[in-house]
C-alpha cells in the first residue's frame, strides 16, 4: 500500500523527500505516513527502516526545505536485497548533491552549530532510536489476549469516547495505561483503564458502537513509538536551531548562563520559607535557567504553585509538566481561582479535581456559560429573527400613517388656496363701497373703515391715551402737594394759583384722555363690524362653505394620522428599545416626521443584524469544539500536561511558552526533558536527584553496555549518563549557586529520621520542623525496625518469585517479613489516619497484599501496597517497608540503588518501621550500601527503636 502511494504521487510530481546526509537516510513523505529508507551498500535500492504516521513537525519539516521526486516508473518492493533487478541505482549521490545545494548557506542565515553540539544531539538521536526500537520489539512479541465475553460499562465520562470491559481467558500480560487494539480491528484501539483478576477495562480513543466490536476475539498490544517521536522531534528542533530559547543547548551541555539579579521585592501569595521565597524570586527573574533541589517534605509543590501564579501575574505563559500525570495534578490542585488553568492529556490518568481542568471539561462548561449569559438577549432579539417582526409591523404601520398625513396636508394646502380664492370673488361686489369707506376714513379719521383702517387707529388711540394717563396721573400729585403749601405762610398766594393752573390744565387732559378713550372704542367697533360683514358675506358663499368644509376634513384626516403614528412610534420604540439605543421626542412638522422614521427604521436594521448575528454565534458555540478547544489553550495563563503529552496534541502545536516549570526533573531522562524545553524561553527545573533516577529497560541497559565496548571512553561515559542520569543530576552540581537553590526546611518526617535523611543524603543541609506526634503503641521512637536476623536463615531467608505457571519471574519474596508486616498492621492500622507497605519487589507486594486482603478485608488494601516506584512524591502517617532480601551471601540485587531507599524512608508523617535481615543488609557486596546501612543502625540504636522480630511476634493483637 506504501509502495503503491509513493509511486501515485512521485508519477504526479508530489513526492516529497528529505536527505540527511549525516544519518545515511532518505525521509519520504506519503499522504499520511513517513518511512525511513537508508541505501544499501551497493547504492542499488533502499532498505525500509521504519514508518511512522505524518505529524505536525513532520508538515514543519517539508515547509522549511524538501525535494520532490518523480518518476513515471513506479516504486517496488522486494523480500531480501539479493532479488533487486542489476544496474538498478539508489541515485544517493544524485539526491545529497541536490539536498546540499538546497541547504546550502545564504546571506543572514544562522551559522552553523559547534561540532561537539551536533555530536550530542547525534548521541541523543542515536539512544532514542535503540530505545524506541528495542520497545517495539518488544510490544510486538506480546501475545494476543483472548476474551470470552466484553460488556459495556458505566464509567464515568469526561468525553464521549466508548469504554468497555473485556472477560479475558488468561491472566492479562499488560499494564494499565497500554495502548491495544481488537485483533483484526485497528480501528478499533484505545487505551487500558483497570485491570482487575481477568477482567480488562478499555477507554477506546472515540466512540465506539457496541456492536462493532466481537463478542469473542482477542486484544493486542498497539506497537507506538507516540514517545520517541516527541523526543526525536525535539532534537531535530535544536539540530535546526528552532527552539525558543535559541541558547538552550549552550545551557544543557556547556553551563553557560546569562548573569541576572533576583528580584528582591517580589511577593507570592501565600507565606514561603526563606529558602522557598529565594526559589520564587529566583524563578520570576532567571532569564534562562534555574534549578530548585527540592528535598522530601520541603514543599516542592507550594513552591512550584507560587511560582506558576506569579509569573501568570506578571503576563506570561506558563508550561507546568513533569513526566507523571500526579505531579502535574498536584500543582493544578494548589493553583489559585483567578489564574486560568487548562490540563491536556489522557482523561484516565489525571485526577478527578484535575479532570476538571480538561480543555473538554472547560469547553462544555465556558459552552454552557455562554449560552446561559446570552439567553436573555437572544430572547429579545428573538422577534427581530422569526416571521413575527413586530418592529416591522409597527413601522410599516408608521409609514402608512405618514404618507396618509403628507396627503392630507396637501389636501389642506390646496383647499386653503382655493378659499382664499373664493373669498376674493365673494367680496368683489362690494369692492367700490369699501373703498369709498376708506376714504372718508381718512378724511374723518372718525368714520367706519375696513378692517385694516380700524385695526390701525385703535392702536394709535390705545398709544395716545397711556402718555395722558401719565401726565393726568403726574398733575394730581402735583396739585396736592399745592394745595398742602398754600394753606398757610408767605407764600400761599403763590402757591394756590399754582394748584388752579394744575387743576385747569389735569381737566383739559382728562377731556382730551376720555376723547382717545371714546376714539379708540368706536375704531375698533367700527373694525368688528366691517370684518363681521365681510365674514358674513364669505361665509355665506355658497362654493366657500363647500371649499372650507373639504379643508377642515382634510385637517381632520391629516391630525388623526399625526395621532396614529405617534402610537406607532411608542410601540415601535417599545420593541426596539432592549436591543438597540431608540430615538426620542415627538416632532413639529412632517419633515421631523420623516427623519424619526428613517431613524427608527435604521434601529430596526441593527437590532435585526445583532439578533441574526447572535443566534449564528450561539449555533457555532453549541458545536465549534475545536476553535473553542485552541482559544480556551490560548488564552490560559497555565497550560498543564506531561512532558510527552506537551508535543503530542495538536491543541499545543505551535504554542510558544514563557516560562516551563518541570516538577520531578530529577526522575526525567534528557530526551524527555527536552520535549518541553524546546518550547519555553526560560524553564524552571524542579526535583531532587537523590531520589529515583531515570527508569531504564533491562535491554536498554545492556545495549548501552554492548556499545560501550565500540566507541571511544568519553562517548561511552556519555551515552551511559544520557540514560542514567537526568539532566537535573548531571546539572545542578555545574551551576553556579545563582542558577541553583536548595529548599531547606521540611515538615513532613519526624526530626529523629529526618536527621538521618539529611546526613545520609544532603550533606547534613536538610532543617526540620515538625511538631511531632502521638507515641506508636509497639515503638518507642517514630524511628523503628524490626531486625529478622535473629531468626534462623531457613526461616528468614529469601525465595525467588514463581509464577502461577511455576516459570520463574525477576523477583524475589520473603514470607517472614511478610507475615511481620501483616501482624503489624493488624495491630496499628487503624491507629493511623492512613499507612502504608513499600518494598522493593512487585511479587513481595502481591504477597503482602494477598495476606493483608484476609487480615482486614479488601477495602483500600491495594493502594496502600506497593513498590518504591508507586509511592514517589506520597506520603502517610505509618509507612513499613521491607528489605525483602535475606541470604548469606550477601546479595541485595537493585537495592544497591541508594536513592530508591531514601524514597522509601522519607514518606512517613509520623512512624517509619523497617523489616529486614541487618546480617544480610551489613554484609552487602555494594560498598556505598554497606556503609549507609551502617549508619542507618548506628543512627536507630542512638535515637530509634531497633527490636528482634520474636519479640515482635510474642506482641498479642489487641
Not at 503503491?4 to 499520511?32: H, I, K, Q, W
Request: proline share 6%.
Amino acid at each position: 500500500m506504501l509502495i503503491n502511494e509513493f509511486g501515485r504521487l512521485a508519477s504526479s510530481n508530489a513526492l516529497p523527500a528529505r536527505v540527511e546526509p549525516d544519518r545515511s537516510r532518505l525521509v519520504v513523505y506519503g499522504e499520511r505516513w513517513a518511512a525511513w529508507l537508508y541505501p544499501t551498500n551497493h547504492g542499488d535500492a533502499y532498505q525500509l527502516g521504519h514508518v511512522a504516521p505524518l505529524s505536525f513537525k513532520d508538515q514543519e519539516r517539508l515547509l522549511k526545505a524538501a525535494l520532490v521526486l518523480s518518476g513515471t516508473r513506479g516504486w517496488w518492493a522486494y523480500h531480501h536485497v539479493r532479488d533487486v533487478p542489476q544496474r538498478s541505482s539508489s541515485h544517493w549521490p544524485l539526491l545529497c548533491r541536490a539536498w546540499a545545494d538546497l541547504a546550502a548557506p545564504r546571506p543572514g542565515a544562522t551559522p552553523p552549530m559547534p561540532a561537539h553540539h551536533v555530536e550530542y544531539l547525534d548521541l541523543l538521536t542515536e539512544v532514542i532510536e535503540a530505545t524506541r526500537d528495542i520497545e517495539i520489539a518488544g510490544q510486538s512479541r506480546e501475545p494476543a489476549l483472548p476474551y470470552r465475553n466484553l460488556a459495556s460499562t458505566r464509567e464515568e465520562r469526561y468525553s464521549a469516547r466508548g469504554v468497555y470491559a473485556f472477560h479475558l481467558l488468561r491472566d492479562a500480560t499488560v499494564g494499565r495505561g497500554a495502548l491495544v487494539f481488537v485483533t483484526d480491528q485497528p480501528d478499533l484501539r484505545g487505551r487500558v483503564l483497570r485491570i482487575k483478576d481477568r477482567e480488562i477495562t478499555v477507554r477506546f480513543d472515540d466512540t465506539v458502537d457496541y456492536a462493532r466490536i466481537p463478542q469473542q476475539g482477542a486484544l493486542q498490544v498497539l506497537p507506538s513509538d507516540r514517545v520517541y517521536r516527541a523526543q526525536l522531534d525535539a532534537v531535530e528542533t535544536l539540530r535546526e536551531q528552532r527552539a525558543t530559547q535559541p541558547h538552550l543547548l549552550t545551557q544543557l551541555v556547556d553551563q553557560r548562563l546569562a548573569p541576572y539579579q533576583p528580584d528582591s521585592d517580589a511577593q507570592p501569595r501565600e507565606t514561603l520559607d526563606p529558602t522557598q521565597l529565594h526559589a520564587f524570586r529566583a524563578a520570576l527573574t532567571v532569564p534562562d535557567l534555574l534549578l530548585v533541589l527540592g528535598p522530601p517534605g520541603t514543599g516542592k509543590t507550594r513552591t512550584i504553585t507560587e511560582i506558576a501564579a506569579g509569573c501568570a501575574e506578571g503576563g506570561q505563559r506558563v508550561l507546568v509538566t513533569s513526566h507523571t500525570n500526579r505531579a502535574v495534578d498536584n500543582v493544578l490542585e494548589r493553583l489559585p481561582p483567578d489564574v486560568r488553568a487548562v490540563r491536556v492529556g489522557n482523561e484516565d490518568t489525571m485526577t478527578t479535581h484535575a479532570r476538571g481542568f480538561m480543555v473538554e471539561t472547560q469547553v462544555e462548561a465556558l459552552r454552557q456559560e455562554i449560552l446561559a449569559a446570552t439567553a436573555g438577549t437572544a430572547s429579545r432579539l428573538a422577534t427581530f429573527t422569526g416571521t413575527d417582526d413586530q418592529a416591522g409591523r409597527w413601522l410599516g404601520y408608521l409609514a402608512a400613517r405618514l404618507a396618509e398625513a403628507q396627503g392630507a396636508n396637501r389636501d389642506v394646502q390646496v383647499r386653503t388656496a382655493e378659499l382664499a380664492a373664493a373669498a376674493e370673488r365673494a367680496m368683489a361686489p362690494f369692492a367700490a363701497q369699501l373703498a369709498a369707506a376708506d376714504q372718508r376714513a381718512r378724511q374723518s379719521r372718525e368714520s367706519v373703515v375696513p378692517l385694516a383702517a380700524a385695526d390701525q387707529r385703535a392702536r394709535q388711540s390705545r398709544e395716545s391715551v397711556v402718555p395722558l394717563a401719565e401726565r393726568h396721573r403726574h398733575h394730581e400729585r402735583q396739585t396736592e402737594t399745592a394745595r398742602r403749601r398754600a394753606a398757610s405762610g408767605a407764600p400761599a398766594f403763590f402757591f394756590r394759583w399754582l394748584a388752579d393752573r394744575r387743576e385747569r390744565h389735569l381737566a383739559a387732559i382728562s377731556e382730551q384722555l376720555n376723547a382717545a378713550r371714546t376714539a379708540m372704542r368706536l375704531a375698533l367697533e367700527s373694525y368688528a363690524a366691517v370684518r363681521a360683514r365681510a365674514d358674513a358675506l364669505v361665509a355665506a358663499d355658497p362654493g366657500v362653505r363647500a371649499i372650507t368644509s373639504a379643508r377642515d376634513g382634510a385637517s381632520k384626516v391629516y391630525a388623526k394620522a399625526l395621532r396614529d403614528a405617534a402610537r406607532a412610534v411608542e410601540a415601535a420604540r417599545e420593541v426596539l428599545r432592549p436591543a438597540v439605543a431608540v430615538p426620542g421626542g415627538v416632532p413639529d412638522d412632517l419633515a421631523g416626521w420623516t427623519r424619526l422614521y428613517e431613524e427608527l427604521m435604521s434601529a430596526a436594521a441593527l437590532a435585526r443584524n445583532r439578533a441574526g448575528l447572535l443566534a449564528q454565534w450561539r449555533e457555532q458555540v453549541a458545536v465549534a469544539e475545536q476553535d473553542l478547544h485552541r482559544e480556551l489553550v490560548r488564552y490560559a495563563d497555565v497550560v498543564a500536561a506531561t512532558c510527552i503529552g506537551t508535543a503530542t496534541t495538536t491543541l499545543l502545536a505551535e504554542l510558544e511558552f514563557d516560562v516551563a516549570i518541570v516538577d520531578e526533573a530529577g526522575q526525567i531522562s534528557t530526551p524527555n526533558l527536552l520535549v518541553p524545553l524546546v518550547r519555553a524561553r526560560r524553564a524552571v527545573l524542579v526535583g531532587d536527584h537523590n531520589q529515583l533516577p531515570p527508569f531504564l529497560d533491562d535491554e536498554v541497559r545492556s545495549w548501552a553496555d554492548r556499545i560501550a565496548s565500540d566507541r571511544p571512553p568519553e562517548v561511552a561515559t556519555l551515552v551511559g549518563d544520557v540514560l542514567r542520569r537526568s539532566a537535573f543530576e548531571r546539572l545542578y552540581p555545574r551551576l553556579a549557586d545563582t542558577n541553583r537553590v536548595m529548599l531547606r526546611v521540611q515538615r513532613r518526617m519526624p526530626a529523629e529520621l529526618a536527621q538521618f535523611v539529611s546526613n545520609a543524603f544532603y550533606r547534613g543541609l536538610l532543617e526540620t520542623d515538625h511538631p511531632g506526634g502521638p507515641p506508636d503503641p509497639v515503638f518507642s521512637a517514630p524511628l523503628a525496625m524490626i531486625d529478622t536476623s535473629d531468626q534462623p536463615a531457613t526461616r528468614r531467608r529469601e525465595r525467588p518469585d514463581r509464577s502461577v505457571n511455576g516459570l520463574v519471574r525477576p523477583g524475589y519474596v520473603n514470607d517472614l517479613e511478610a507475615r511481620l508486616i501483616v501482624q503489624l498492621l493488624g495491630r496499628n492500622a487503624t491507629r493511623y489516619v492512613d499507612w502504608a507497605v513499600i518494598v522493593p519487589y512487585r511479587a513481595q507486594a502481591e504477597l503482602i497484599t494477598q495476606l493483608l486482603r484476609k487480615e482486614l478485608g479488601d477495602a483500600g488494601v491495594a493502594d496502600n501496597v506497593g513498590t518504591v516506584d508507586s509511592f514517589q512524591g506520597g506520603e502517610r502517617d505509618l509507612i513499613v517497608y521491607g528489605f525483602t532480601r535475606s541470604n548469606h551471601r550477601g546479595q541485595i540485587g537493585f537495592l544497591t540503588e541508594l536513592r530508591r531507599l531514601n524514597v522509601a524512608i522519607t514518606r512517613p508523617r509520623r512512624q517509619l518501621v523497617l523489616v529486614g535481615d541487618t546480617t544480610t543488609l551489613r554484609a552487602a557486596r555494594d560498598p556505598g550500601f554497606a556503609a549507609l546501612i551502617q549508619s542507618l543502625i548506628a543512627h536507630l540504636d542512638a535515637v530509634g527503636d531497633r527490636r528482634p522480630s520474636r519479640e515482635i511476634e510474642g506482641v498479642p493483637n489487641d
